[in-house]
């Protein structure tokens, strides 16, 4: 794991995974994702002894929502939890396979909902694997009791489109632009329009992770990454990308290294590239 980050409980390393399952509170949780739907049956033929499976991309969405990937509202997502086994007080270990993009989403939207006690397996499904430790194939998942999720809205996790626009200019906070390089400065994209929201700067999320491990970089690069870009903890973060999902994955590195005020814009380019009311730099 990763050393040195001002808030190393935010990770769980897979030792520290296989020491507490099976513990009671805590609940490892499988965030895998496929467009074509098909991660439910990834899960089947092989997962965590124990974890239980949220398809977050249609559990924890708003289908009824235009824009794509917007959290679903308090009492679906606690339903959702509730019926997953995670409960008020208890601990929820999020993986993936996918540089932990998609756990990172999945946590945020439990912040968004005040629920802190959250880790991410570093290194996700492809660190545990590597480790030699059991897998389940328990075909339909794993069985929970259901617990008591009690939805806290924390508005402070969370930016609209409104409010970001009353930001452009604001010396108090870094509008921090994870896509790639090519999207930022208008060369690729498929929204509208291209480009970057005035002031943003660029921090790729794809560069939080390490390409073959999966696991995240070291503090000192994550750190050198953001300030190197212009970001400082004395000021407000609030990240965007496409819709919300690597922007969460930078939100969460932004927490480990110890900014305390970050947000997520979610409706990110998904809505600022398509309305043509909005100011555009390149």
Not at 124 to 150: D, H, K, L, N, Y
């Amino acid at each position: 794991m990763p050393a040195s980050y001002a808030r190393p409980e935010l990770l769980a390393s897979p030792d520290w995974l296989a020491e507490h399952l099976g513990r009671p509170g805590i609940r490892a949780v499988d965030c895998r994702h496929r467009v074509d739907g098909s991660a439910r049956q990834l899960y089947a033929l092989g997962h965590i002894p124990g974890a239980v499976f949220v398809d977050w991309a249609h559990e924890l969405v708003d289908g009824d929502d235009p824009l794509p990937y917007q959290l679903v509202g308090p009492d679906a997502f606690a339903a959702v939890m509730s019926r997953a086994g995670i409960g008020d007080g208890m601990t929820a270990v999020l993986y993936d396979d996918a540089t932990s993009h998609y756990a990172a989403r999945v946590w945020w939207s439990l912040q968004a909902y005040g629920f802190e006690g959250v880790r991410i397996l570093d290194g996700g499904w492809t660190a545990w694997q590597a480790s030699g430790r059991p897998i389940s194939a328990s075909g339909s998942g794993s069985e929970v009791e259901p617990a008591t999720f009690t939805p806290r809205a924390n508005p402070a996790r969370l930016m609209s489109t409104g409010d970001v626009r009353a930001l452009l200019g604001s010396r108090a906070v870094d509008l921090i632009d994870v896509r790639g390089p090519a999207e930022f400065h208008g060369q690729g994209g498929n929204a509208l329009r291209l480009g970057h929201i005035p002031g943003a700067m660029n921090v790729p999320a794809a560069l939080l992770t390490e390409t073959g491990s999966q696991r995240f970089v070291s503090a000192e690069r994550a750190a050198a990454l953001f300030t190197d870009a212009g970001a400082s903890r004395s000021r407000r973060a609030v990240t965007y990308d496409g819709a919300g999902i690597a922007a969460a994955k930078a939100a969460f590195v932004l927490n480990l290294l110890g900014y305390t005020d970050v947000a997520v814009y979610d409706a990110g380019w998904a809505e600022w590239g398509s309305r043509m009311d909005l100011p555009v730099d390149r």
